[in-house]
């Protein structure tokens, strides 16, 4: 199975922060990597697909990049709503992996 | 839209099937993908079934502990487990599988809680 590990597991930001969350595969993946958003209670909502690619009605201040192992995604300006538990995962071979979360707490 | 079915609590030996009801697109034609989320943790994918023909893949951990099935004329899937255990104790979500291989549309999760 091909393991997925996000970086940092926890980090505290202010509004309007420029952050960024890092996620590496244990193997390529080439550019099958997506990026989920989830708020407490709520289902996880689909940001980032095939790498860089930014799901319909997504704010552009959320972005994304990488490809082979290394990824990346990008707050531009960090809003209160952004506040959340951030998860990658890679559908480049079943069993698709998900990273173990990243949280953003204020 | 995925509209997934209501909370269940249950004891450890019984069985159960959640379900994930979908409209508004051409259910056959997309695989759906059950995700599974114990309290506290992150998510993990317990695999994925095309409707059109009913073709299933588990991830390892979860083959021959769940059955993923789906009901076309419906438009429903379904994972069902014939003896539960404590440890199934969690939140289901379906979603949907996207051409890219993105999970677009989820359905608002199923709490299964298990008691020994």
């Known amino acids: 199975d091909i393991q997925m590990t996000q970086s940092p597991s926890s980090l505290s930001a202010s509004v309007g922060d420029r952050l960024t969350i890092t996620c590496r595969a244990s193997?390529?993946?080439?550019?099958?990597l997506n990026w989920y958003q989830q708020t407490p209670g709520k289902a996880p909502k689909l940001l980032i697909f095939t790498a860089s690619r930014l799901q319909g009605g997504v704010p552009s201040r959320f972005s994304g990049s990488g490809s082979g192992t290394d990824f990346t995604l990008t707050i531009s300006s960090l809003q209160p709503e952004d506040f959340a538990t951030y998860y990658c995962q890679q559908s480049y071979s079943a069993p698709w992996t998900f990273g173990q979360g990243t949280k953003v707490e204020i | 839209q995925l509209v997934q079915s209501g909370t269940e609590v249950k004891k450890s030996g019984e069985s159960l099937r959640i379900s994930c009801k979908a409209s508004g697109y051409r259910f056959s034609t997309y695989w759906i993908a059950w995700v599974r989320q114990m309290p506290g943790e992150g998510l993990e994918w317990m695999g994925f079934?095309?409707?059109?023909?009913?073709?299933?893949r588990y991830d390892p951990s979860f083959q021959g502990q769940v059955t993923i099935s789906a009901d076309k004329s419906i438009t429903t899937a379904y994972v069902q487990w014939n003896s539960l255990k404590a440890s199934d104790t969690a939140m289901y979500y379906c979603a949907r599988v996207t051409g890219d291989n993105g999970l677009d549309v989820w359905g608002q999760g199923t709490v299964v809680s298990v008691s020994s």
């Open positions: 079934i095309y409707p059109g023909d009913s073709e299933v």
């Open positions: 193997q390529s993946i080439n550019f099958y």
